[in-house]
């Protein structure tokens, strides 16, 4: 500890000091010179126990700030999970999945193994809300929402999206497994009973719309087409699998 030199010098000096007034037989300046060191010896004690009680308290600050900090970086962290999921699904959101889609494209384009979009809007959602409540509706999007992530693989994606919809991202897919899996769904969601207050069930159906996508394609143009093709083709199609042709969407590239 370098704060304690200055005690420890003075020691050396009072040493040589004894060593003096032993040689000269002055008894009462070794005395004097003993007492002085012992004087010292007090202070480097008590100096010792103060800095061992800093360093202690040292360490303690410094093992309270580490929580501190790893409990800052865990919220920190929760938090923007949470900001990436929808609160009535559980499933990404519309924003993150928009990341993801860009991701996507970004490696379809860097090896040419590009991607299946399904989007899958529920049939009648207002008319579920009408006859039964929100609380009916939120908890139908909730066990959809189970249902097609029971269809995914782990490498897959799902979100909802603009409501009473969701959005499924199948990597290095073709359009024809797009096709078996929209089916698969289709099917399952027509023949499962949802549960509302009183334990009262219903049934719903879904239309989906599946494309497959391409390195010419651009994400806002396919949203305007595919929402141009849900208005046309909702009057006329309920409960099936819409194939929406990627090379008729608009691009970006010129």
Excluded at 2 to 19: A, C, G, I, Q
Excluded at 58 to 69: E, T, V
Excluded at 93 to 100: F, K, L, P
Excluded at 201 to 226: C, G, H, P, Q, R
Aim: glycine share 4%.
């Amino acid at each position: 500890m370098t704060s304690l030199k200055p005690l420890e010098l003075m020691l050396k000096d009072e040493e040589n000091h004894l060593k003096e007034a032993r040689d000269r037989g002055d008894f009462a300046e070794e005395i004097h010179t003993l007492q002085e060191i012992g004087k010292i010896y007090f202070a480097l004690e008590c100096f010792q126990q103060a800095f061992s009680h800093f360093d202690e308290a040292l360490r303690l600050s410094q093992r309270m700030l580490n929580q501190y900090m790893k409990k800052h970086v865990d919220v920190s962290r929760k938090l923007d999970e949470i900001s990436k999921i929808d609160i009535i699904t559980g499933l990404t959101n519309q924003h993150e999945m928009i990341d993801i889609i860009q991701n996507e494209q970004s490696r379809c384009e860097r090896n040419g193994r590009c991607f299946v979009l399904i989007l899958s809007y529920i049939d009648h959602f207002h008319t579920i809300i009408e006859k039964n409540s929100y609380e009916c509706s939120e908890s139908v999007l909730f066990e959809v929402g189970k249902i097609l992530r029971s269809f995914l693989r782990l490498h897959d994606h799902i979100a909802s999206w603009n409501g009473n919809a969701f959005l499924i991202l199948l990597p290095e897919t073709s359009i024809t497994n797009g096709i078996v899996v929209s089916e698969r769904i289709r099917k399952t969601i027509a023949s499962t009973p949802f549960k509302c207050k009183n334990d009262e069930e219903i049934f719903i159906t879904m239309t989906l719309n599946v494309t497959s996508w391409k390195t010419s394609n651009d994400i806002k143009n396919y949203f305007a087409y595919i929402d141009e093709i849900l208005h046309q083709k909702r009057r006329d199609c309920k409960n099936c699998v819409l194939v929406v042709d990627g090379d008729k969407m608009g691009n970006s590239k010129k």
